[in-house]
Each structure stands twice: as structure tokens, then as C-alpha cells.
């Protein structure tokens, strides 16, 4: 005997397109925009305040020196300035997102710098050699960082310091005390004093606009056709263009002539490029793989990611890894920059200015939340703050307490904000 209701008397349910479909992002513009001050409200802030302190300290420094601060030799020399911090923080953002901290990332830079330097000068090897061999080094040390702190379970706090203590000792016993090495290999010294040639700089722009506009348009359209969460194309299309207007107006800007006699200078800084390219391969290692899930996993919750079958050690080993690799890259940027490499390379506040550049650039000091993005973007505040202040003439002490306040200030956006999210259920 059939057990069915009659038609009058069955249930009207309406079923939903998907479990999920209340958590798909709106699909037009109002109502993205709706669901993206929400996510503000509830503490997901990003990047924003970095970009909004970034337009304000320009407009504040424009305002000031009109006639120096926007010049073409003062943009250049601003991209130059910002290229070893913000490689740097670029690697310690790996760490930061699992909650840790690596506060021998700076004189490891510069132990790597000082390999380098003497095996150019000593040892009169080829660049290569001595790239490789300082990488190498970085690799070393990180592996070793990451040991101490993943499998004998010392806090990362105590054996990155003692490695900042003991690495200085490395650097003093390589080049000696008082001394420097100079850096007059011509490829080394290119990454930051030489510039390449103008139309490969607008060849470089234009791959690098078409590159990311295929790439937001195809992820966009995959994700309609497998009915997957989408922003609307409205959304996306905003996006690529601010990318397109800010890749646009730096390529511009730095393939002005800047000299002011008959030699031309112009073109974009080789280091420019570097960072570029380190940011491509970070954006996409940490948002398009299976590691860079894992290392969101960690950083957010540990003992979830161990039960979910991630290996949180070798998570833990590989952050301070990469961290000390990026670190080597930029003691080699720095040494490019000087054209020498000293005892004191990679000490002093260059970590300090790292780790600022990345917490203002977005990461937060507690994991599970940033982007390789943030380096490139607190990377450059600093470098405003320390370039703007110089041409205003500030006195050293001023510098030190202005960036302190602006680090201090980064720090309470992102307390605050992990408060918000937490009362949000985020």
C-alpha cells in the first residue's frame, strides 16, 4: 500500500540551491559593497588601513615638500629604498601567519651578504657561485631555526634571539671587527643601482597587467561554471583596473628621465623587479596551493590542522625556512645598494623595520591572517616615513618615535580587529 501523502497534504518545503548558498557573496555591486563594509565592521580590515596611510603620508609629504617629494629621482630612490625591508618582511610573513616570530632574520641577511662578499673578493668566485652559496647559507640557518622550534619545542621568541646574538659573532669573525668588504661585482650592483631598459620595463608592465587580468577573469569564470562562490564581474573588473592604474603610473613615473645633466637615467630599477617577482610566487604559494592552505590551517588553529592530517612540524620548519631563504636575498639587495657589506649588515633596526613593515602592511601578529602583499605595501610606508622625514629635515630621534607610533598604532588596529572578530564569531 503506497504510503504517500495526497498532493494537499504534502509539506511545502522550498529546498535551497546548495548547504551553502546563504555564504555565497551577493551578486552586484551594492551588495558587494554592502557585504564588504560588513566584513570591515566585523574586523576583516586587510590591507585597507596600510593603503589609507600610504595615500595620507603622500599627501601629507606632497603637501609639505611639493617640490621635492613627488620628483622623479625622489620616486626612484623611494622604490629603492623600500627593496631590502620589504623582501625581508615578505619572508616573515611566512612565520607570522603561524603566530611565531624569527628575530634573526636581519643578521642573517647579513651573514648571507657577508658570504657572498667574501667569496667575490677572497675567493674571486663568479656571482652565481656566490648567490648560490649565501642562499645556501640562508636555507641553513632557517632549517636549523626551525628544528629548535618545531621538534625541541623551544619557544621561537628564545632561539631566534639567541641566533640574533650568535650570528652577529659570524658576521664579525667573516669580515673582522671595524672592517667592510666592498661589492664591485657589476650584477650584484645592478639589483639596485642600475635600471633595466624603458620598453622592457613597459614590456614587463603590460605581461604583468594581462598576466593578472587573465588570471582574476579565468578564476571568476571557473567558479560561476562549477556554481561555486563568485564576486560579480563588476567587482573583479574594479580590481584589475586599480591594479592596471597603479602598475601603469609606476612604470610612468620611473621611466622618466631623472638625470639633470646629458646623462639620461632612466627605467625600472632591476631590484623592482625582484620584489616583483618574489611577490608573484609568494601571492600564489600561499593562495593558490596545498601548502599555503596548510600554513593558514597552522596559523590558525594547530592542534585542528594536526587532527585534520596536516604535518604540523614540517609546516613549522619550512615558514622559518623560507623566511631565512628571503632573508639571504635581502642582505644580497642591501649589499647591492652599498656596494659593501659591514660587520653591523642586516643589525640595528632592520628587523625591527621588517617586522613594522609587515604588521602595517596587514599580518597579523597573532596567525592565521595575512598576505605576501603586505610586505610590498608596509614595505613602502616605511620607506615614506624615513624618506619624507629626511627631506623635511627631521631630527634622527623624531624618525625613530614617528615609526615607532605608526608600528604601535598597526599593532592596536590589529588587536583591535582580532577582538572584533572574535565578538563577531569570525
Not at 646574538?165 to 650584477?187: A, K, N, S, Y
Request: contains cysteine; positive net charge.
Amino acid at each position: 500500500m503506497s504510503t504517500d501523502l495526497p498532493k494537499s497534504e504534502k509539506p511545502a518545503v522550498k529546498f535551497a540551491a546548495g548547504d551553502f548558498a546563504g555564504d555565497r557573496p551577493p551578486g552586484d555591486m551594492r551588495s558587494a559593497a554592502l557585504d564588504a563594509w560588513q566584513r570591515v565592521r566585523s574586523g576583516d580590515l586587510g590591507a585597507t588601513p596600510a593603503i589609507l596611510g600610504l595615500l595620507g603620508l603622500i599627501v601629507l609629504f606632497t603637501a609639505l615638500r611639493p617640490e621635492t617629494f613627488l620628483s622623479k629621482g625622489n620616486i626612484a630612490n623611494l622604490f629603492t629604498q623600500a627593496l631590502p625591508i620589504t623582501i625581508l618582511a615578505m619572508g616573515l610573513v611566512f612565520v607570522l601567519l603561524l603566530g611565531e616570530i624569527d628575530l634573526s632574520a636581519g643578521v642573517a641577511s647579513g651573514v648571507c651578504a657577508a658570504v657572498m662578499a667574501k667569496l667575490l673578493v677572497d675567493a674571486g668566485q663568479p656571482w652565481y657561485v656566490a648567490v648560490l652559496a649565501a642562499v645556501a647559507v640562508g636555507i641553513v640557518i632557517g632549517t636549523a631555526l626551525g628544528a629548535f622550534v618545531a621538534l625541541v619545542r623551544i619557544p621561537s621568541f628564545v632561539v631566534s634571539l639567541a641566533l640574533f646574538l650568535g650570528l652577529q659573532g659570524i658576521t664579525l669573525r667573516l669580515i673582522g671587527e671595524g672592517g667592510t668588504v666592498p661589492v664591485r661585482d657589476d650584477v650584484i650592483n645592478a639589483l639596485a643601482n642600475k635600471n633595466m631598459p624603458v620598453g622592457l620595463g613597459w614590456a614587463l608592465a603590460a605581461a604583468v597587467i594581462v598576466g593578472y587580468a587573465a588570471t582574476e577573469f579565468l578564476r571568476w569564470r571557473g567558479q560561476h561554471a562549477r556554481g561555486l562562490a563568485a564576486r560579480p564581474i563588476q567587482f573583479v573588473g574594479a580590481r584589475v583596473g586599480v591594479v592596471t592604474l597603479a602598475v601603469l603610473g609606476g612604470t610612468y613615473l620611473l621611466s622618466q628621465d631623472r638625470a639633470p645633466g646629458p646623462i639620461v637615467l632612466a627605467g625600472v630599477p632591476w631590484g623592482v623587479l625582484l620584489v616583483a617577482v618574489l611577490l608573484i610566487i609568494c601571492t600564489f604559494v600561499l593562495g593558490r596551493t596545498r601548502y599555503g592552505r596548510h600554513v593558514y590551517a597552522v596559523g590558525g588553529n594547530a592542534e585542528a590542522a594536526r587532527r585534520a592530517g596536516i604535518n604540523v612540524t614540517r609546516i613549522r620548519v619550512s615558514v622559518f625556512m623560507i623566511a631565512s631563504t628571503l632573508a639571504a636575498i635581502s642582505g644580497i639587495v642591501a649589499a647591492s645598494r652599498l656596494s659593501s657589506v659591514a660587520t653591523n649588515s642586516g643589525a640595528g633596526n632592520t628587523l625591527l623595520y621588517a617586522v613594522g613593515a609587515a604588521v602595517i602592511g596587514g599580518t597579523s601578529l597573532f596567525g592565521g591572517r595575512g598576505k605576501a602583499r603586505d610586505a610590498v605595501l608596509g614595505g613602502l610606508v616605511i620607506a615614506v616615513i624615513d624618506n619624507g622625514l629626511g627631506l623635511l629635515g627631521t631630527k634622527a630621534y623624531l624618525n625613530f618615535l614617528i615609526t615607532g607610533v605608526v608600528l604601535l598604532l598597526a599593532a592596536s588596529i590589529d588587536a583591535t580587529a582580532r577582538r572584533r572578530r572574535s565578538e563577531m564569531g569570525r
